[in-house]
């Protein structure tokens, strides 16, 4: 009843152990040392049934080092268990080989102790005490033993796989962030460094705004695309530099509006960086603006209900080109789909197709 009870017990502590919730606390914590105490703690607890399963057959001295020995021996049946049998064959989807050579461990572990320790410590078998009831402890406590290396063996590896999918997603996603950070082309500020370089032999205040709205360009690119998260302010800021270092370059003939409703949200709402402006820029390459003399883009932003709105309504090329890439959602949208993915999954509308005399970029995201 005694050894039963200690079963239950440690079923039960390794249930909560292995909670999700638990174990991810527990892991992000220190993984490693929750790993290695599993295994402290489990021998710890067979040490302890152990030593009182077999309390009834020896005395003193006999009893620790019969003790000792059964644990320095299920040590190594444990480690075969978890460090092979595991990885080589559960792992390799090998499973009826791994339920052959667990058995195998498991019917040779318990005649190897039912053959050499009544022999070896001396055991006296009695009515009350007897052989039967050390085989039934035997084949109980080896049992044990392969259950649980098999099962901890399985969730580590279980939870090592995870953890490489959970880092290959952080990975994927940083791989995102960093296309929308690339997706500044650099011809335009190398064709704006030119452009105020040929400005600056003729110093005016176009020169020194060009430079100006240029710095706070390089300034969100380099520093605040590196956060998290930032305000619709900073997102906006780097929206009119662009919108600004464009209309310097067309001698501020183009038609590109911005309507900000609620302007004391700004401070108060985040959201991922480069995402709006992605939107944004893909307008201005898209729409023609400066090429075409009809061409405009007109921005809104707005809280609608319980949700932001950020929308983008820009003419379409005349240019077959030009309205094809428009069709086409490109690896822009798409990283801002996946980024909106990770952070409002299921709180956000995103729409971006041709209207009837334009093209629409919609977002919106639930507060």
Same mark, same amino acid.
């Given at each position: 009843m005694f050894l039963i009870i200690n079963i239950v017990f440690i079923l039960l502590v390794f249930r909560v152990l292995f909670n999700a919730k638990v174990l991810r606390r527990l892991m992000d914590y220190h993984w490693g040392f929750l790993l290695k105490f599993q295994h402290v703690f489990f021998l710890l607890i067979f040490l302890i049934i152990t030593f009182f399963t077999e309390n009834y057959f020896l005395d003193v001295p006999e009893l620790i080092w019969s003790v000792l020995s059964v644990i320095i021996f299920n040590v190594g049946i444990y480690s075969l268990v978890y460090f092979y049998l595991v990885p080589e064959f559960y792992l390799s989807n090998k499973y009826p080989e791994f339920i052959l050579y667990a058995l195998i461990s498991f019917l040779v572990s318990s005649l190897f102790r039912i053959l050499l320790q009544p022999t070896v410590f001396h055991m006296n078998f009695t009515e009350n005490l007897s052989n039967t009831k050390f085989l039934y402890n035997v084949y109980t406590a080896q049992g044990i033993v392969i259950l649980v290396a098999?099962? /901890? &063996?399985?969730? #580590? *590896?279980?939870?090592?796989?995870?953890?490489?999918?959970?880092? /290959? &997603?952080?990975? #994927? *996603?940083?791989?995102y962030l960093d296309l929308l950070k690339s997706k500044m082309n650099p011809h335009f500020l190398l064709n704006t460094l030119n452009n105020i370089y040929s400005k600056s032999f003729q110093p005016s205040e176009n020169t020194s705004e060009s430079i100006l709205q240029l710095s706070k360009l390089l300034q969100y690119v380099i520093y605040d695309t590196s956060k998290e998260k930032i305000s619709m302010a900073q997102e906006f800021s780097s929206i009119k530099s662009l919108a600004g270092l464009y209309q310097l370059k067309y001698n501020n003939v183009l038609n590109i509006s911005f309507d900000i409703q609620d302007q004391e949200t700004l401070e108060l709402i985040d959201i991922p960086p480069s995402v709006c402006l992605t939107l944004f820029e893909n307008a201005l390459k898209h729409s023609a603006v400066g090429i075409e003399p009809e061409s405009y883009i007109n921005v809104t932003y707005k809280i609608k209900g319980q949700e932001f709105l950020f929308e983008i309504r820009n003419s379409v090329s005349k240019k077959k080109n030009l309205v094809g890439n428009m069709n086409d959602s490109g690896l822009g949208n798409e990283a801002v789909i996946n980024i909106l993915e990770k952070n409002y999954a299921g709180k956000y509308t995103f729409i971006s197709e041709p209207a009837e005399n334009d093209y629409q970029t919609i977002l919106k995201i639930k507060l």
């Open positions: 098999s099962f /901890l &063996g399985i969730t #580590k *590896d279980k939870f090592l796989i995870e953890e490489d999918f959970k880092d /290959l &997603g952080e990975e #994927k *996603d940083q791989l």
